[in-house]
């Protein structure tokens, strides 16, 4: 009976290829405690090893509550760069604008010494600034240390949004570019985000999510092969990054 179940199991993490560690917690300020200290030791080895260390996160209201107890946790913060996975190309003070929020919710207190790059470029479309970002983020933002995706109701992860005539541009792997811009079909604003390739690039790569709506698009996307359609299956079953999960109701 014991074999049966290993065996059962082992096909189970043969299907899903096992490239993810669902960590649940009871609330969200358990979450964030831990969460906080997996990010900051992972900062700290960075800083000890290469005297800097990156930190790529998303927007949306999901990492506001980690922001807030991000920013008063001690580490030189000053050897810190701060950027986006993903950016709606907006102007920096919209309120869509994720550097808005990163810099209202997390560039503050101790953390406001991190340093800041900024995807978005004025005064130019999304579509013609993907060489220009691309070159950027490969330069100055990796190797990257600690990147935080979120996830949508539609699986999608970063700016990368299923049934989107670029999206197969955006999760190739042969696509040597660190960026890709979108415009979704469902929210607003054309997009930059980091293409799959750039994504796996990371070295500790965590999804943050809550709500029980939330893990039956995460257990969905487990078992979907079809990328186009959930993008963040892309990144759950790659075979190359185990991917961190930071779960809470």
């Known amino acids: 009976m014991v074999q049966q179940v290993l065996f059962l199991c082992l096909q189970k993490m043969k299907e899903f290829g096992m490239k993810t560690n669902f960590n649940s917690f009871k609330s969200s300020e358990e979450l964030v405690d831990s969460f906080c200290k997996t990010i900051i030791e992972k900062l700290k080895n960075a800083i000890k090893t290469k005297e800097k260390a990156v930190l790529l996160v998303s927007g ?46 997390l560039l503050k207190d101790k953390a406001s010494k991190a340093s800041f790059l900024s995807l978005y470029q004025d005064g130019v479309e999304a579509q013609n600034c993907v060489d220009i970002c691309s070159t950027l983020v490969k330069k100055e933002l990796f190797p990257c240390d600690v990147l935080i995706l979120g996830m949508g109701d539609d699986s999608h992860t970063a700016s990368l949004f299923p049934n989107n005539e670029k999206l197969e541009e955006g999760i190739n792997l042969k696509n040597e570019s660190y960026c890709v811009s979108m415009t979704p079909l469902t929210a607003k604003h054309s997009r930059m985000s980091l293409t799959l390739n750039a994504i796996l690039k ?47 109701e």
Do not use: M
């Open 202 to 248: 990371a070295d500790n790569i965590y999804l943050h999510i809550q709500g029980k709506n939330k893990k039956e698009v995460y257990e969905k996307a487990l078992k979907e092969d079809d990328f186009l359609l959930s993008p963040i299956s892309a990144v759950l079953k790659n075979e190359k990054k185990q991917i961190e999960v930071y779960y809470n």
């Open 60 to 105: 949306g209201n999901t990492p506001k509550v980690l922001f807030e107890k991000l920013c008063r946790c001690d580490i030189a913060w000053e050897k810190v760069i701060v950027s986006l996975v993903d950016e709606r190309w907006v102007n920096k003070r919209d309120e869509d604008s994720n550097e808005k929020l990163v810099k209202e919710y």
